[in-house]
Every structure is written in structure tokens, then in C-alpha cells.
């Protein structure tokens, strides 16, 4: 079982990160108050093993922030689990795919953006299937 380690909302399109300690989810919608808003991509999701690795790769000390995800876990697997839902808590996110690294990665460390497409370390994205309320230490699984 894994843990939700951080959450971060986004106040508008390239706009800053904001962490917070909980969250509440909107069904179909997105987080409240997060910029992205219904569509497919109304979450994203990273690794906390994956950037820790990636920094280690390449001699970088940024903040997880950078990845500018929603929500980072620690001890779940997002590689390849496109179709899958993950449980956070009571709350339900069905996975949509692969959140590809974008340019302003390697804008913040270069040679970031490569480094993430192998083994989905960019993370996944996905729509919120049920309302609720997340928070940081809540429990992280896929749903059986």
C-alpha cells in the first residue's frame, strides 16, 4: 500500500503550484480550485521514487513542485496503468495515461525532459470518479 505524500493546486495554465494539506474532488470535474477542469486530464499524479531517482540521475536538487503534478505518492506504480483506478483514501481516480515532460523541464534542469519519458517517470493523469476530500498520509492502492 502507498501513501499520498504531497498536493498541489495549480491556479491557472502555467500559472504557480500551490501545496496544501488537503484537497477536495470533484466528480468528472477536477480538484477544486486547480486550473484544469473536466476533460480527461483533471489530475496528475507522480512518483515520489521516481523524481527522487531522477534527481539522483542527474546531480539535481529541485523540489517535486517542479513536476508541476497535483498529487505525489510514494509506493505505487504508475508505469503502465493506463485503464487502472486508484484508490486515495475513499476517493476513486481512473487513470488515463502517461503525463508526458514538457519543455519547461528542461528549462528547470536540462536534460530532465528525456530523462522522464522511459518507465512513465513523468507520471499519469486521470478523471476523479467519485467526490470527496484527500489528504496528505491518506492511504494510496489500486482498486481490486
Do not use: F
Request: net charge negative.
Amino acid at each position: 500500500m502507498g501513501e499520498l505524500r504531497a498536493i498541489w493546486i495549480k491556479r491557472m495554465k502555467r500559472g504557480p503550484m500551490d501545496a496544501t494539506n488537503r484537497a477536495i474532488l470533484h466528480e468528472n470535474q477536477g480538484i477544486e480550485n486547480n486550473a484544469d477542469q473536466r476533460g480527461k486530464r483533471q489530475v496528475t499524479i507522480m512518483e515520489e521514487e521516481k523524481w527522487e531517482s531522477l534527481m539522483t540521475q542527474l546531480n539535481g536538487q529541485l523540489n517535486p513542485e517542479t513536476r508541476r503534478a497535483n498529487l505525489m505518492v510514494k509506493g505505487i506504480d504508475l508505469e503502465k496503468s493506463r485503464g487502472k483506478v486508484l484508490k486515495i483514501g475513499e476517493n476513486l481516480i481512473e487513470i488515463i495515461g502517461e503525463t508526458k515532460p514538457c519543455e519547461r523541464m528542461d528549462e528547470a534542469l536540462p536534460g530532465l525532459k528525456d530523462a522522464m519519458y522511459p518507465r512513465w517517470q513523468g507520471g499519469a493523469y486521470g478523471v476523479i470518479l467519485t467526490d470527496g476530500e484527500i489528504e496528505i498520509g491518506d492511504p494510496v492502492s489500486w482498486k481490486e
